[in-house]
């Protein structure tokens, strides 16, 4: 709505606008409050124009603001108010919002201004920046507190609450809002023997599955994910972050330490690992690494990113709208949104760091599951170690030793040269020298590169070619030559210097070429062309011959420079072998350290040289080769990388209110700082850095956090917050259902030490929480929407609550806490559809362990192409910080729960285990079995007869043709026919049960 105190019209480009729920107000009786009833109104017609953002305000009449709104509100000398006068004009002129306004206001929200005006105007603050207050009732704990607040409300309204629900459908609620997973059969048979409702509550709050649970909303709060975004979205290595969520929820730390390790734990005294681990929770942003990507920009969007998550997880604070201008509704200027920006923005961070799989600043964290493994593994390489040195007889080693005399005095074969170092011009990279002296390429995988290797000549030689071998490696893609997209290289320039002296060259060949990229084209000096093999090779050989002949001498030093520097990205040979070409024809091969050891006659040498290379030891080696690799595998993953905050050496980055968001435009300087219409200051004395602004964050008086976090805890318990808008507690989000609850619920959780597992153990046993779904026509009319909690509400269950549930009750889910995250089934093709190019994501190769039934939790979750059954049942993508979950039921969504293999494979497993749990019963103890372990319940006599006949229809189609029926559980063959094979006619048609089960409307739902 526009008010201007002169005669002109003033137009108004409104934009669509959040509704705002009004409560209902009796006009007359109850009277008007500013802030429940006046403020919305007025946030959602008036403030885009007469707000705090002065780019878009028309006036300087502000209806924000107290002292500014009075000058429209006040009677004028004939007693009448301008804003009543504006309001309810008939004048296209004059009315307010005007004509062409897309809101207009409703006669009752006339009538409430009206009516507000007449009660005498009283002003008061947004209530949620207000400090929290306890109402003094009748209650001891949460629980009663929660029943007194609902049971007014109920009772103002003159409705009656639904009835306890059925313990087993009370049994099945609790389980699944605390571990995600429904009860087994033996839990609910425990539970109706005693109906002890706090025993089970307390043995779900303490079972390892709750941590799990918890983490699923924080993750998509924090926006977790296995790859760092934008175009390349390499992988990167988050989860130990991941298993200190799971860890700290499980250990029910304190939501105030909770936070304060996650915005600053590197800045505690004496700080642990684990605490540095935590504040990976302001690391879990996009990292761009494209091509031409500007750093600081980037940089400027991470630090961004931060202030708008933080705002949004710890104050329900719609932060970011203040990033280019003042906030239009709320009172968070720009230069507040940029004093919040200065605590994030002195972190030691690269606006362009997202190829490795962790950005600095970093940790190394131990992975201690792994170090029993390594052991074991280590014994094993020891005792093939000394089978091979005992190989072999002295006759066998004289025929060896003759044979590579006859080699190396014939003057003509290839000296294999094993460089003795070997660097790269990009930080991160690895090179391992291997034993057949080749040289395997790891670590950080640059865009582009240079690879220098050298070597020392170890006796007289005249060489006429140097050959290069690029050869394939399992760790490269798919098996190839490089690391690439798709597993072709271009190595642009092939420059060798003996003794510092660079050579010239006559020509060079290839055996594997593509005509516009030969091998002559990595010694033509323009660094983008190059010598490229094709992608899909397994091996590719050039050799390069020099102007004149080399005459090397022992102890001359030969340096290779690999160079990679032409547009395409990451086209690096990821193993490759040097060798020297020793007379005019060389054929056979010889190590530079057999060549040394002939000429020398070093026995040492040369006994193990005859191990390593002799044909009758071959497969000794293979089993010594093996356990190396195995042993280098385990070593590598005894520890793993975490992106955590740590500020920058020396004097602090200088902090620019940045002119519309832009980075290369800063304007004033600006300190660190916090809102100060919050009211609250940050403590005086205490350094201005991020744990003080996080334990500003957790100051018992702060208006918010409490609030904030209260409201999203029952969000997860009951469905929606009591204000059902948990990312927006200002003018524009909703006002909280039963606000005085809200506040006794937030203080009682700051008074009782941030108490998490306490405040959820309250929730579900209050009787609001208690009672039955069932949707009564009364309250079904009179309040659609549950706001007044009369029912329990019914609620589809979440992602990985669908998924976890069918693993859970086939038997096939793997309950491990914690790990690096696991590839279950998925479509194929998907990950090349969206791929970067150049990205280690392209291609999606699905676990074959028992990574495939791991909870959903662990799901590898790369941000282009998120697991897409996970998104289709309504999984946030992760791109932002999410804290709100929508909910659909789309025809989309049974497609994938009966046709997605984990779901597929689940349903014939459940029913097999069924048949093998209950063998010698009949098909209705059967039935009746399956039922219980889906549905938390006993089967009813109707029920059973329409499972009866499905079972006998599909058993007399699966009968007629048992083709089908082994066709039908063929996917699960792996499980089902083993020890012994299944009988796949009665498995087929109980398999058809078992996903009808399943895919059951009460099965995929929350009572």
Known sequence: MLMGLGSDRIRCIAALLLTVVIPSVALQADGIRFSRDVLPILSDHCLLCHGPDGSSRVTEMRLDLEESAREVIAADEQ?????????????????????????????????????????????????????????????????????????????????KPNPPAEPEEWLRRVTLDLTGLPPTPDEVDRFLANLDYEAAVDRLLASPRYGERMAWDWLEAARYADTHGYQKDNVRTMWAWRDWVIESFNNNQSYDQFTIEQLAGDLLPRATLKQRIATGFNRNHRINAEAGSIPEEFRTEYVIDRVDTTATVWMGMTAGCARCHDHKFDPLSQRDFYRLFAFFNNIEEQGSDGVGP??????VV??????RLLAIARLELNAAEKRL???????????????????????????????????????????????????LFGGANPLNDVHEATFPIPAPVDATTLRLQALAHPSLTDGSLARSFNGDFLLSEFDVLVNGNRLRWKSAIADRELSERTAATAIDGDPLTGWSPGPGQSEAT????????????????????????????????????????????????????????????????LVTQFRETAPAFEKL???????????????????TRVMVMQERKGAPRVTHLLERGLYDHPGEVVDAGVPEFLGLALPEGEPVNRLTLARWLVDPRHPLTARVAVNRFWQQIFGSGLVRTPEDFGYQGERPTHPELLDWLAADFVQNGWNVKRLLREFVLSESYCRSSTVRPDLLERDPDNHLLGRMTRLRLPAPMIRDQALHVSGLMVNRLGGPSVKPWQPDGLWEAVAGVNSNTTRYEADSDDGRFRRSLYTFWKRGMPPPNMLVLDAASRETCT????????????????????????????????????????????????????????????????????????????????????????????????PQPADAIRLAAFTEVAEVLLNLDTTLTRP
Do not use: C
């Open 621 to 639: 080696r293979e089993s010594r080769d093996t356990l190396r690799r195995e042993v280098d595998a385990l070593q590598a993953e005894t520890v």
């Open 79 to 159: 007693g009448r108010s301008e804003l009543v006068r504006r309001i309810t004009s008939t004048d296209p002129g004059t009315v307010m919002p005007p004509p062409d306004a897309v809101k207009q206001l409703s006669e009752r929200q006339k009538k409430i201004l009206q009516q507000w005006i007449a009660e005498g105007a009283g002003w008061e603050g947004h209530w949620a920046y207000q400090p929290v207050q306890q109402l003094e009732i009748e209650a001891d704990r949460p629980r009663d507190a929660i029943d007194y607040f609902v049971g007014r409300r109920l009772k103002e309204a003159g409705l």
């Open 366 to 371: 131990p992975v201690p599951a792994k170090e």
């Open 389 to 439: 040195q005992a190989a072999g007889t002295d006759e066998e080693f004289a025929a060896w030793l003759a044979t590579h005399r006859q080699v190396s005095e014939s003057g003509s074969f290839w000296l294999v040269t094993p460089p003795e170092a070997v660097a790269g011009t990009s930080d991160g990279s690895t090179f391992e020298i291997l034993a057949d002296g080749s040289v």
């Open 358 to 363: 962790a950005a600095v600043p970093d940790v």
């Open 542 to 605: 050039a050799w390069f011959t020099p102007e004149v002949p080399l005459e090397l001498k022992a102890g001359d030093r030969v340096t290779v420079r690999l160079r990679y520097e032409s547009r395409e990205e990451q086209y690096v040979i990821g193993r490759f072998r040097l060798s020297l070409g020793v007379g005019s024809r060389p054929d056979a091969e010889m190590s530079a350290s057999l060549f040394s050891a002939l000429n020398e006659n070093n026995q040492q040498t």
């Open 883 to 978: 804290v709100r979950r929508s909910t659909t039921n789309s025809p989309l969504q049974a497609l994938t729960t009966l046709n997605d293999p984990t779901f597929a494979v689940s349903a014939i497993v459940f029913a097999h285990r069924t048949l093998r749990e209950e063998h010698g019963r009949d098909d209705a103890e059967i039935l009746a079995s399956m039922w219980q372990r889906v549905q938390g319940k006993d089967i009813e006599d109707r029920q059973l007869d329409v499972l009866t006949k499905l079972l006998e229809g599909h058993r007399d189609l699966y009968t007629e043709q048992p083709q089908q029926a082994a066709e039908r559980i063929a996917p699960a063959e792996e499980w089902v026919n083993r």
